[in-house]
């Protein structure tokens, strides 16, 4: 019997799929050995996180004693302690933290002291608008940031180059609150109008509906802008200095010597090389926008997770404060591994066995 060989161009082809598979097989490899080794890291954090809130003299008892006590009222020691027994702080910590890990990882966060409410109820309420500001506030300031940076790295030192290099100290050098004041100050003086929170008062307790969600892009815009313009400038100042970096690579100047358009070499080499660090911000810049945005959230009466989480630290309400910390952490990790991801998705010089 005579054998024939497999035709070229399907062997190109399964050459092909079986690249694609290998590589497939590589990345979702790379993401379970990174979910496996965030478990035992989530778990020190979270340690770490019910350890720092406890260090603070007295517990959530005091606290509430000291606001009665403000208050012209009184609270004996026997209620106090009775108070300590229902709510288990009379328990060692360790003991604290481990009924409240194993209650995390099967979903139950624990129990507000001072909202009397499960910690995962208010976590639902609040966390959602905060992911929204959150991923809103990113993807703007990667718009922003990324023509601006590279623009300004490709006309050095022009009056484009020197005028957004002004205005991104300016963003970086003032506060969010205070800028935030600002505009308060300046929509009521000038505008009648107020700029604080995420709804009109039509909406504000009203049930999820297009409306409601319409009501909601209409306001979201102001913190958005206000949390952007330091997260693009400090992203423009980064893409600006790695593109730099990258121009004048000898592998540049040989693209050019061969006569590639300027903009098909700009986005083709230089650009996707110098968005590797780029790219590795997003680990800590999710967190920081979540984290940083607690003071203008107060400021603009956000109905965020931020007022919520500072309000729990102060009176030491140490389930609730411990979640949204530990979502943070969270965050952190989530970010991390979507950053590494992306950078073996533009750098395909990243290999994710190493």
């Not at 004693?65 to 208050?71: E, Q, V």
Request: with cysteine.
């Amino acid at each position: 019997m005579q054998f024939h060989p497999m035709p070229k161009p399907v062997l190109g082809c399964v050459g092909s799929l079986l690249a694609v598979f290998m590589e497939s097989f590589t990345v979702l490899s790379f993401i379970f050995r990174r979910l496996l080794s965030a478990i035992p890291f989530t778990l020190m954090v979270s340690m770490t996180i019910f350890i720092l809130i406890q260090l603070p003299p007295g517990d959530f008892v005091d606290s509430y004693a000291a606001s009665l006590a403000a208050a012209g009222e009184h609270v004996d020691a026997a209620m106090m302690a009775d108070m300590r027994h229902r709510f288990g702080l009379d328990q060692p910590v360790i003991v604290q933290y481990f009924k409240w890990i194993t209650g995390v990882v099967q979903g139950d966060f624990g129990y507000s002291f001072e909202w009397n409410a499960p910690v995962s109820q208010l976590l639902g309420e609040r966390m959602g608008l905060t992911f929204a500001l959150t991923i809103s506030t990113l993807l703007l300031s990667w718009a922003i940031a990324l023509p601006i940076g590279i623009y300004s790295a490709v006309r050095r030192y022009s009056l484009f180059d020197y005028g957004f290099t002004l205005l991104g100290f300016i963003c970086l050098a003032v506060p969010v609150f205070l800028m935030a004041l600002v505009l308060m100050y300046l929509g009521v003086k000038y505008f009648g109008h107020d700029v604080t929170g995420l709804f009109s008062a039509d909406y504000a307790n009203a049930p999820w509906s297009w409306g409601r969600v319409l009501d909601l892009l209409s306001h979201i815009w102001i913190p958005v802008l206000l949390l952007g313009a330091e997260a693009s400038a400090a992203l423009i100042r980064i893409m600006r200095a790695n593109l730099i970096d990258q121009l004048h690579m000898p592998y540049v100047v040989t693209a050019r010597a061969k006569g590639l358009s300027e903009i098909r070499l700009l986005l083709k080499y230089p650009v996707r090389t110098a968005l590797n660090p780029f790219v590795s911000t997003l680990g800590w810049t999710v967190p920081r926008l979540v984290s940083g945005a607690v003071i203008a959230s107060i400021v603009l009466n956000l109905p965020t997770a931020g007022p919520l989480l500072f309000q729990s630290l102060l009176s030491q309400d140490i389930y609730l404060s411990g979640a949204f910390l530990l979502l943070l952490c969270l965050m952190t990790v989530i970010g991390t591994l979507l950053s590494d991801v992306l950078l073996v998705i533009i750098d395909p010089r990243i290999r994710l066995e190493h």
